[in-house]
């Protein structure tokens, strides 16, 4: 598996946090670059300053030569005005990168969400997918942005010890040696504050993934009087990240008093060096200011390299989290050679359960436990891997889209997104108002339609927390009938809702389905009496078949199992 699509030169393929961030920076090299080149002009021009500086001052005011003043006055403005063009066009593509490398990885998560499908719930948790998208993608960006300035700095650095060391050799030797002393200095906070920080985000993970569980099952949770259990738990475990926090913080505080206290210390020292070569007539009264102009200069690009390790500490660890998500690979992937299906409906059997479902007819399946009926949905539908087979063909020969196509599950996991009720009933855009309206009626939902203040046309919000449990599971029936699969699998598709909308749906589903082959897993009265035909299963196996009425009058354990479905 490759962070894009097969054939798409550069893609790091070991995919190493460290190569991740080098393949994101290769993204847009003409734009790096630019960014870069910028960013060497802006701190080069800044570089150069003290020295102008310091000739004007011995030039034009030491010799009062007013040519010679005028002179390097106007270049001193020249290369203000190349620094103020220059750090615009810096942040303009350092921003562009920011955005580049951020969103790229958005899409490249997306990307393996939908690969993984209904398999990722079961692989990674919802908060690591939330954090990623919430707090690595802007360390990922930041990493990438830092570069222009961390490579001018870089430069300015080297430009300025250059220029010290031509002037006075102690002096240039002071900043020589003393700028990689005070970064190895600030290395020793690197590391740990490293740690500290990969802790933090697997904690903040962790947390965020307890509370999208909380949200989700709020409406249970307050059902059985687990929400203060829960509430402890989440206060707990966000203490516990608020501790991470603050180790990451106590750190980070160090770091950035370093970023302070070393560079001033060192402008410090290099002007009491500089006064003294001055009165000792080593220096000119030109070179100490320029010396003071270059320690004064030397703070900015010093504390952009701490800063440029940081971010890129940062982004590190935020790759190494979006590398996690992206080593995720399917457990189910096409076959190398998928086979094909002839057209129209065909017997779709589990053989594992011994379940057959004939072609076009209305099927009810009940089972005694509910995750039998729901393991057996998923065989069918290839959501986890089994020996289901459509027309003779196991589905595991098949490509996955062609069983997707052919076969719909739908279930009570599935979600309502927030958009126009329409479009979330006909997501594809293929189907007319009265296919859409017979739908509804069918699933019992018109009521909840016209209660809406613009219809079809009234907005969705997330997850539809706006309807009720039932009002959400006839509306998801609505969109599993608009789609008009060839096969479709339902799973307790009334278990939400009231006696009397459970006989309206009951009584219409069949009729919406005539011609379609169709399974219900559910141990309902109302519509299993309506099922063509019933399937009894037990401890995951088929052990009856016939009508409702014949079951219950011959099998004990079905009527067991449906007469629990009423109380």
């Known amino acids: 598996m490759r962070f ?3 054939g798409e030169p550069g893609v790091p393929d ?15 090299p003409v734009l790096l670059g630019t960014a870069i080149t910028f960013g060497v002009l802006w701190m080069g021009a800044q570089a150069l300053m003290p020295a102008v500086v310091g000739r004007a001052v011995d030039a034009g005011l030491t010799h009062r030569d007013q040519g010679a003043l005028l002179t ?26 920011w955005l580049a490398a951020a969103y790229r990885t958005v899409q490249l998560t997306v990307g393996a969400a939908n690969r993984l499908g209904s398999e990722l719930p079961r692989r990674v ?47 240039g030797l002071v900043v020589v040696l003393g700028v990689p002393l005070q970064m190895a200095l600030v290395a020793l906070l690197i590391r740990p504050l490293h740690h500290r920080q990969q802790a933090y985000r697997d904690s903040e993970g962790a947390l965020t993934t307890r509370a999208v569980d909380i949200v989700s099952g709020l409406r249970v ?35 950035e008093a370093a970023q302070v206290l070393l560079p001033g210390a060192f402008l410090v020292l ?33 504390r952009n390299l701490t800063e440029a390790v940081d971010s890129l500490t940062l982004g590190h660890v935020a790759a190494r989290r979006v590398i996690g998500l992206l080593r995720t690979t399917p457990e189910l992937v096409d076959p190398a050679r998928p086979a094909t299906l002839p057209e129209g409906p065909g017997e779709l059997v589990d053989v594992e359960s011994g379940l057959v479902v004939p072609p076009g007819r209305f099927t009810a399946l009940a089972a005694t436990a509910p995750e039998d009926a729901a393991a057996i949905a998923d065989r069918l539908g290839r959501y986890v891997d089994g020996d289901a087979t459509l027309h003779g063909v196991p589905l595991r020969d098949l490509a996955l889209a062609t069983v997707r196509e052919r076969i719909l599950v739908a279930d009570n996991d599935a979600h309502l997104f927030t958009g126009p009720l329409r479009a979330e009933l006909d997501p594809h855009d293929t189907a007319d108002a009265a296919t859409i309206l017979a739908a509804l009626d069918a699933a019992g939902a018109t009521d909840i339609v016209d209660a809406l203040p613009d219809g079809l046309d009234s907005a969705v919000a997330e997850r539809g927390r706006e309807f009720s449990g039932g009002q959400r599971q006839r509306l998801r029936l609505a969109r599993a009938l608009v ?39 559910t141990t309902s009265p109302l519509v299993l009496g309506r099922a063509e035909r019933v399937v009894f299963v037990e401890d995951g196996k088929v052990v009856a078949e016939g009508t409702h009425e014949e079951l219950l009058a011959a099998e004990p354990r079905y009527a ?6 009423e109380d």
């Open 14 to 28: 070991d995919r190493s946090p460290a190569r991740y961030m080098v393949w994101l920076a290769g993204r847009h």
């Open 483 to 521: 789609a008009d699969p060839e096969t479709l699998v339902l799973v307790e598709p009334t278990s939400a809702v009231d006696a009397h909308t459970e006989a309206w749906i009951a009584g219409r589903l069949g009729p919406a389905r005539r011609g379609r082959t169709t399974l219900v897993c």
């Open 560 to 565: 067991a199992a449906v007469r629990r479905g």
């Open 125 to 171: 948790a919802a908060g690591e997918v939330v954090s990623i998208g919430t707090s690595d993608i802007s360390h990922l960006g930041h990493a990438m942005n830092i570069l222009a300035r961390g490579t001018g700095s870089l430069v300015g650095i080297v430009a300025v010890a250059v220029i010290l060391l031509s002037t006075s050799v102690p002096l």
């Open 270 to 302: 290099v002007v009491w060096l500089g006064a003294r070569f001055a009165l000792r007539g080593d220096i000119s009264a030109g070179q100490l200011v320029a010396f003071y102009g270059y320690t004064a200069f030397l703070v900015s690009p010093l």
């Open 72 to 97: 390097w006055g106007l270049t001193l403005l020249g290369l203000g005005l190349l620094q103020a063009v220059a750090a615009i066009l810096r942040h303009r593509f350092a921003v562009h990168n």
């Open 4 to 6: 894009e699509p097969a």
């Open 221 to 255: 949770l307050r059902g059985i009087g687990g929400e203060p259990v829960l509430s402890a738990r989440y206060r707990a475990q966000s203490q516990a990240l608020r501790a991470d926090g603050l180790r990451v913080a106590r750190v980070d505080s160090l770091l």
